[in-house]
């Protein structure tokens, strides 16, 4: 199947593709932005792949679907387009990275895309959503196929960091060798969970000090 994703992405992925399970997938998806009002725009469902390549992961951010509302996603994890209001969560992450680090984050506004050209994979385990319907295109195939990403770069990558932040993304654990890469878990940031244990877990200066220790470049976040 052609997939338009980054080169080094569909060498790596080329056999999941032609999966049964895949085809499925890309039919029901395709009927759905037919039919309804579906988020991220179609060009930008793989954007997280095209604006990390595989070879260039550093660290891995899971979540769990794209945001809902109108204009919020933009095919990556958490973040949203410039001139978006920013949503909770994300400004939650914001303020632990400037307790952290002691300095407030580079990022403005909520647009992470900075992140990304670090290797910051800002990954969801679901990639497309049903307007204002949180949770609409799980359990059709995406979570086979991400799973399968994160399997991949546990398995032929090396020193990798991994951003675990809420009970579903910490299911994922799992997939990953805890030899190779460091595992980050914490609570969600969302409002309803951030004080339980998001504020305060320091990954990202955690993440930089395991990165360096490697050879890499800190994040700059």
């Not at 095919?75 to 920013?86: C, H, N, Q």
């Not at 204002?132 to 546990?154: M, N, P, Y």
């Amino acid at each position: 199947m052609n997939v338009r994703i980054e080169p080094s992405w569909h060498r790596v992925l080329e056999e999941e593709f032609e999966k049964f399970y895949f085809e499925t997938l890309t039919s029901f998806v395709r009927s759905e932005y037919q039919t309804k009002r579906i988020y991220p725009p179609g060009g930008q469902i793989f954007r997280a792949f095209d604006l990390c390549p595989f070879e260039d992961v550093r660290v891995v951010i899971l979540g769990q679907d794209p945001y809902h509302g109108v204009g919020q996603a933009e095919g990556l994890a958490f973040s949203v387009p410039e001139g978006v209001e920013v949503p909770p969560s994300l400004r939650n992450i914001l303020t632990e990275i400037a307790s952290d680090l002691g300095h407030p984050s580079q990022i403005v506004g909520g647009h992470l895309t900075p992140w990304c050209s670090q290797g910051v994979l800002l990954l969801n385990a679901t990639l497309t959503v049903v307007a204002h319907e949180a949770g609409s295109h799980q359990g059709r195939g995406w979570e086979t196929f991400t799973d399968q990403v994160i399997s991949l770069l546990s398995s032929q990558r090396e020193h990798l960091v991994f951003m675990l932040w809420g009970n579903y993304a910490r299911c994922k654990r799992a997939l990953i060798d805890r030899q190779k890469h460091l595992i980050l878990e914490a609570p969600h940031p969302s409002p309803l969970s951030a004080h339980r244990g998001f504020f305060g877990c320091r990954h990202f200066s955690k993440a930089n000090a395991y990165l360096q220790r490697y050879g890499y470049e800190p994040i700059r976040w």
